[in-house]
């Protein structure tokens, strides 16, 4: 590949970087005014930290997201070799883990487990 086409690939891939960490800075930043918001109100303030975790949640699995992209990209266009595709599979794999993990958090049941907890939570249980 020419040196100017892996150049602006690799300028590519910090932009999608970047764009990845603003969502998990400036969403964490607004989960965190949204829930100053909810607990100075008396009405919502029981509710406040769950809410900042799921949200504070969200925003981190949308960044993880699009830096898994970033990471795609990368490996694929700019350095193709065996040893990229194995770190790729690497951090791929802790990424997913990791938003697994805060899935689990954020919703409060195992994926294969959701329909049953809301059908428990919504007072219609179902087996």
Request: hydrophobic residues 50%; proline residues 2%.
């Amino acid at each position: 590949m020419s040196g100017s086409y892996e150049h602006a690939i690799e300028d590519i891939v910090k932009v999608v970087e970047a764009v990845g960490a603003g969502i998990m800075i400036l969403g964490g930043l607004a989960a965190f005014v949204q829930c100053a918001r909810c607990a100075l109100s008396p009405e919502s303030r029981a509710g406040a930290y769950e809410d900042l975790r799921r949200n504070l949640g969200r925003s981190i699995l949308l960044g993880l997201e699009v830096l898994i992209v970033g990471d795609i990209v990368r490996t694929i266009i700019v350095d193709p070799t065996l040893e990229s595709v194995a770190v790729l599979g690497a951090i791929v794999v802790i990424r997913i883990l990791l938003s697994f993990s805060l899935e689990v958090e954020i919703d409060g049941a195992w994926p294969w487990n959701r329909r049953r907890w809301t059908q428990r939570t919504n007072g219609s249980e179902v087996e």
